[in-house]
């Protein structure tokens, strides 16, 4: 077996020194009946190559994203990444190191956390952000116990625009919890938010871009949340709107959360992912998950290591800000390393580039008969109202080849209502031919 | 003004019906740097034993309990840019907190100084 | 001996210079944003023109203030900054209860295949057939290595895959009337998100203490449960790298009791293919893909922690699952009175999920147990080959996958066990894991894995046996000093913490210049 180091006389000498007869007698406090009392019925090793075969035949029986004209987006988003992004996280000292927790040997890591916090910081407008989380769908769950921790109260609005996965997320991780308040869909961009905090209410939850498409007025819901003594949580699945769109911490954030896939990281099929989180800086030792701190040598060298770790599982166990040990270290990096390639001048191109196509999309659309696009705000994704069930016609477009959507269906099944509704995404990878297939292919499935 | 001891640490030096409360020269000795202090909020009732503040140094975190029941009146805010004081001067500078104390009975079932010295052998 | 500002020691050059040798390798790498700014970029885009925006008034108005590099610099800053850590790659990492095994680039080839890495979580079923089937394929491999009923792919990571574990079993009494139930039992030996997981679900948390012996005492079990008692969160094999010998019988007294046994498979390495926990009679038990299944810890993350369901807690795993549906395989993603919901967005890890089937089919059923055999041997003959110099806590039963040791041997040398790790990565290894479990006064604890040779552990060995005959021999200094010859000495965490600096700032005079 091409990963296992000893041969069988390594083996015997070793048992040797030990001063044991064999393997087994290594096993002696396993109950008897429950060693090796079975045949697993699993085929043997097997050579690369026919791994590899195997593999292979598994990913081409998917439809990629490059094979053809793609407009899927809600919550993950098909974005170019540079080579050099994929070529670096590959190296060893990157890929195959752990969590920096000696850190005369861990400085690539740290320094690579703190300035990604650094980043992320900066990207959001608040003050400090952590060294990444889960994803975007947990990162909301912990920024509303966050939350109700910071203000003692226990109600929690969700608006109308979270995405449903999102939403879903956070009613897990508050089973049975009254105090949770979810409002229904808005796909129109409408919301009544604001007329649901009251002095109880710990925080209230924002999108923007929203599930929908639509921008959300960040800066009223602030002033809304603030004025009963609630936060605002404003949660991000596209970061790349960033680049266009004011910075939540400018409008009177609390705490941001994002889902940071666009940036450096493939669609995967839904992970692994990277959650952002960033907050005010006297929210810090609040704030959940590992953070990185920069602080001198014995002599006297800038250096960084892992800080703040009392509010940590494996100081505080059952009294821990959260029971996260494991968090996305090399997405973090790609996320980083991309950012930084990108640099300010690079992110807004992209962003704006992002915007253009989508409104590219979202005039072709709505020049097919029967299509209304239901956006007047957007940044790369919109959601269009069809005169047939969406998930058939996505359907029936996959057929032809071309990845059109979401159907709002698959993620709100019970909300008749969405029905007809289809959420698109557009990227810089979006061409004019892709948006002309797209629309020539609509209006024929709707003629 | 007498001082007395928890065995878990704090001390209580009762100055009238107030008592101030901090945490031992050997407890700070025994977790090393302290880096933050998060301290009750003044008017917050206490029962003897409750959680009343928190000590962290780099590695622990550690809860500190009133040792009587009463009502927090004043706190030392000078921890919260300074949490080092109660390394350097736990005894003086570095006290925490400030109780209205309830029950002036529940003094005398805390341990004395010879008491605690012994506890500390 | 005089420094150089590298934190290396010099060399012993006789010029009165400080030697910067093997500095020149190792330069001080600056912060991004102080070599990077928003003009420069290493990305390549159109200038977008467009003349209706649909921003409604939400166009930003502050400054991103992002700093950015060219290619090749963004090139050098990642590679200089990669040579400052230490990795599996590049040398042993003996970090007990983090199974740092060797990470085939196979996977990592297979992970970047376009049918599975661009594939978006919310195509239609009908596009990603094989991206389902894989998902079975390694549901099939995980169920038949535990022999369980169920396997819930998504947690994101192994404290992930606890809190889902635990949920069920929540969803499962409150379904059977029994939500009553408040006390989850940990050993104290167990890993600190054990209470924390048990904690945030609004359980009380009562701590079984540990026999002399190391394993958890059966009795304190029996004695603790209760008709209050709703799990048992038990690791095996424990932290202590023992197996825990009489783990049936802690099962049958918590089945008994009417609780359920979660058992924390961090480290399953020791038995996968050897021992099916379902036959120990567990009801739950993550696996971390990360650890066990050689997908990459990539400095911290991303890991993966799926869990596996004996039947009684199979109809509460949480959604999206794979089923067969008339037109192939088909993903649930809402399900009537489903108790659980949804733990995360989307389908889980599926980049980790082609790692680790990657790896399980290239070891084969019969590898992975040569694996758990040799991981455990080589545990085994560290133990056999320091336990002359190293005091054993623990030696009434032979270890598992890693090697426990206590600093005793370090008493009246005035040196501690920090001081005696950080010696170690002077002497080019990573410094084992210390002061855990908690049970064991300075404790050390040692897992090479199946991953390291004869060779690399007779060196280890050598340089643990040098380096405990040192600390013994009065040369505390090398220890209190260490490390020496790393990136940087040591670091002062008491003034990170004191007042954290956890996000780069303009330093003030460029500020003011630039008023």
Redesign the interface.
């Known amino acids: ?6 041969s069988e006389a ?2 015997a ?3 040797g ?4 007869p064999n ?1 087994d ?7 008897a ?6 045949d ?7 050579p ?1 190559f026919l ?2 075969a ?14 053809g004209p ?1 407009f ?1 987006g ?3 988003y ?1 974005h170019h990444v ?1 080579a ?1 992004v ?1 070529h ?22 740290l ?2 956390l ?2 990604f ?3 992320v ?3 959001t ?1 608040m ?3 952590n ?2 989380l ?5 990162g909301t769950a912990e920024a509303v116990l966050m939350a109700r921790r910071l203000t003692k109260r226990n109600k929690i609005v969700l608006s109308g625009g979270l ?1 449903p ?2 939403r ?2 956070v ?3 508050l ?1 049975d919890d009254a105090d949770l308040v979810c409002l229904s869909a808005s796909p129109e961009g409408q919301g009544d938010i604001l007329d649901h905090i009251d002095d109880q209410t710990a925080a209230i939850v924002v999108q ?1 871009p929203d599930f929908y498409g639509h ?1 959300r ?2 800066k009223t819901a602030a002033d809304a949340a603030h004025a009963k003594g609630a936060l605002l949580i404003v949660v991000i699945t596209e970061v790349v709107s ?6 939540p911490g ?1 409008l009177g954030a609390d705490i941001v959360v994002a ?1 940071g896939q666009s940036i450096g990281n ?8 990277l959650g952002l989180l960033a907050t005010r800086k006297e929210f ?2 609040q704030m959940p998950g ?10 006297g ?1 800038r ?3 892992l ?4 509010r ?9 800000t ?10 973090a ?1 790609a996320f ?2 991309h ?12 962003a ?2 992002n ?5 590219k999309l ?1 005039d072709a659309l709505e020049a097919v008969p029967g299509v209304e696009v239901l ?5 790369n994704e919109m959601t269009i109202r069809t005169p047939q069930p969406a998930a058939a016609l ?2 029936r477009l ?1 057929k032809r080849g071309i ?1 059109g959507g ?1 159907p709002v269906s ?2 709100e ?2 909300d008749h209502s969405v029905g007809n509704l289809i959420v698109l995404a557009a990227t ?1 990878l979006t061409t004019d031919e892709d948006i002309a297939a797209l629309t020539s292919a609509l209006a024929e499935e709707l003629a | 003004m007498t001082t007395k001891f928890t065995p878990d640490h704090e001390y209580i030096r009762v100055e009238g019906a107030t008592g101030i409360v901090g945490i031992t020269p050997y407890a700070q000795d025994a977790l090393g740097d302290i ?2 202090v ?1 301290l009750p909020s003044v008017g917050k009732v206490l029962k003897k034993g409750d959680e009343a503040a928190v000590v ?6 550690s809860e500190i309990y009133a040792p009587v029941s009463g009502t927090v009146t004043e706190v030392n805010d000078a921890l919260t840019g300074n949490p080092g004081l109660i390394n350097s001067d736990p005894e003086n500078e570095g006290w925490i907190y400030k109780i209205a104390i309830a029950d002036a009975g529940e003094i005398d079932s805390l341990l004395d100084d010879a008491a605690y010295a012994e506890l500390t052998q | 001996m005089s ?1 150089n ?3 290396r020691p010099t060399g012993t050059g006789t010029s009165g210079f400080a030697s910067t040798s093997g500095s020149a390798l190792l330069p ?2 600056p ?3 102080e070599i ?8 390549d ?6 003349t ?5 008034g ?12 060219t ?1 090749p610099e ?2 050098r ?3 200089r ?10 040398g042993m ?1 003996p ?1 007990g209860s ?1 199974t ?1 095994k ?3 680039r ?1 996977n ?17 079923a ?6 389902l ?2 998902m079975n ?1 390694l549901s099939h ?1 995980l169920m ?2 535990t ?1 369980t009923s169920a396997v819930a792919l998504t947690p ?5 895959g ?2 889902l574990g635990m ?1 069920a079993i ?1 969803a499962a009494q409150d379904a059977a009337g029994q939500g009553h139930r408040r006390t989850v039992l940990v050993p104290e030996s167990a ?3 054990n ?6 679900l609004g359980y009380s ?1 009562k701590s079984i203490p540990a026999r002399s012996d190391g394993t958890v005492d059966v009795q304190a079990v029996k004695d603790a449960l209760s008709p209050d008692v709703a799990a048992i969160m038990l690791t095996n094999p424990n932290t202590c790298g ?4 009489q ?2 019988e802690i099962a049958k007294a918590v089945h008994a009791a009417g609780a359920f046994f979660y058992c924390d498979g961090a480290n399953f390495n020791a ?1 996968m ?4 926990p379902g ?2 009679g567990i009801d739950a038990m993550h696996i971390n893909l ?1 650890k066990t299944f050689s997908t ?9 922690g799926p869990v596996v369901l004996s039947a009684a807690l199979a109809p509460f795993a ?1 959604v999206p699952f794979v089923r067969k549906g008339a037109n192939g395989l088909e993903l649930v ?2 399900e009537e009175d489903q108790a ?13 999920y ?1 790692r680790a ?2 790896y ?12 758990a ?2 991981a ?3 545990a ?2 560290i ?3 320091l336990g002359q110099v190293f005091s054993v806590p623990f030696p009434d ?2 270890t ?1 996958h890693e090697a426990l040791f206590d600093d005793s041997f370090l008493a009246g040398t005035g040196v501690t066990t920090l001081d005696f ?2 010696a170690l ?1 002077d002497e080019g290894f ?2 084992m894991t210390m002061y ?1 479990p908690l049970v064991v006064h300075g404790a050390m604890l040692i897992e090479p894995t ?5 060779q690399t552990l007779d060196r280890f060995c050598d340089v643990m046996e040098e380096l405990a005959l040192d600390a013994k021999a009065g040369n505390a200094a090398r220890f209190t ?1 260490a ?1 020496m010859k ?8 008491t ?3 004191r007042s ?5 700032e303009r330093p003030a005079e460029t500020l003011k210049a630039a008023e």
């Open positions: 077996m091409r990963y296992l180091p000893h390594e083996r000498e070793m048992l020194v030990i001063g044991v393997i007698a290594l096993f002696s406090a396993v109950p009946l429950a060693l090796k009392s079975f697993l019925g699993l085929p043997a090793h097997s690369e791994v590899e195997h593999m292979r035949a598994l990913a081409g029986q998917n439809h990629a994203g490059s094979d793609f899927v809600a919550g993950a098909r540079p050099t994929d670096l996280i590959q190296r060893s000292e990157w890929l195959t190191a752990y969590t920096p927790y000696q850190p005369e040997i861990s400085q690539g890591t320094q690579m703190f300035e916090q650094t980043q910081a900066k990207l407008g003050d400090v952000a060294a990444s889960y994803d975007g769908s947990t995405h996965h999102y879903d997320v009613r897990a991780y089973k923007t921008l007025n960040i960033l680049g266009l769109l004011e910075a400018a889902e493939a669609l995967n099929f839904g992970g692994p992912y810090i030792r590992r953070i990185c701190g920069e602080t001198v040598d014995a002599e060298q250096g960084f290591v800080t703040l770790s009392t940590e599982q494996h100081i505080r166990r059952e009294k821990a959260s029971n996260i040990c494991t968090n996305s270290g090399l997405c990096l980083s390393i950012m930084a390639l990108l640099g300010e001048a690079g992110f807004t191109r992209l704006r580039l915007h253009a196509n989508a409104c979202a956006n007047k705000t957007f940044f996505i359907e996959a990845l979401v698959r993620l099944p019970k810089e | 880096v933050f998060e962290e140094s780099v590695k622990a975190a | 420094m500002n590298q934190g001080n790498e912060l991004l944003f990077g700014d928003t003009e420069h970029s290493g990305v885009l159109p200038d977008a023109t467009i209706n925006t649909r921003l409604g939400f166009e930003r108005k502050t400054a991103l203030d992002l700093a950015g590099l290619e963004a090139m800053h990642y590679v900054l990669s040579r400052l850590n230490h990795s599996i790659d590049s990492y970090l983090c740092m060797h990470n085939p196979l990592e080839k297979m992970a970047r295949l376009p049918g599975f890495a661009d594939i978006h979580p919310l195509q239609p009908s596009t990603v057939q094989g991206a089937k894989l394929e491999w038949t290595l022999n994101k990571a192994g404290a992930h606890e809190l949920m929540k890993h600190g998100t209470p924390a997981t048990a904690a945030f948390v023992l197996f825990e010998p783990v049936i038995i293919g050897v021992v099916r036959d120990l990360h990459p810890h990539g400095g911290g993350g991303p890991g993966a949480p993603e809402h659980l919901g949804r733990i995360t967005a989307f389908q889980g890890q599926m980049g980790m082609v089937l990657t399980m089919l290239s070891h084969g059923g019969d590898g992975l147990a040569q694996a055999q040799d455990v041997l080589n085994n003959y133990k056999a080959r039963y032979p598992m790790a950080k990565i990573h410094p855990f199946e991953s390291e040779s004869k000093a490390p790393a990136p940087r000495r040591r670091l002062d965490e003034r990170a913490a954290p600096i956890i996000k780069w």
